[in-house]
């Protein structure tokens, strides 16, 4: 397989090509941080949260991530 064609496994993969950043910007538009820190248990959604600083955590902490992937992928499934 070369470099350009894409990835079997990616096909189906509505995450693909969607960056963190796009995701947690919808999900905090959808929801909003109270919401947000209700759906996961994190500190840097419940104090003084923002966008720079829930990014650095959720790039080093997988389970938090895969919440909020999970979350985005409810909310463009039910649109």
Same mark, same amino acid.
């Given at each position: 397989?070369?470099?350009?064609?894409?990835?079997?496994?990616?096909? /189906?993969?509505p995450l693909?090509?969607?960056?963190?950043?796009?995701?947690?910007?919808?999900?905090?538009?959808?929801?909003?941080?109270?919401?947000?820190?209700?759906?996961? /248990?994190?500190?840097?959604?419940?104090?003084?949260?923002?966008?720079?600083?829930?990014?650095?955590?959720?790039?080093?902490?997988?389970?938090?991530?895969?919440?909020?992937? /999970?979350?985005?992928?409810?909310?463009?499934?039910?649109?």
């Open positions: 397989m070369d470099e350009k064609s894409p990835n079997k496994t990616q096909l /189906n993969n693909h090509g969607v960056k963190l950043v796009e995701i947690l910007n919808e999900v905090v538009e959808e929801y909003g941080w109270d919401e947000l820190a209700r759906m996961v /248990n994190i500190r840097c959604f419940k104090f003084d949260p923002s966008i720079k600083s829930s990014l650095a955590f959720l790039r080093k902490t997988p389970w938090a991530r895969t919440k909020v992937e /999970n979350i985005y992928l409810y909310l463009i499934k039910t649109r």
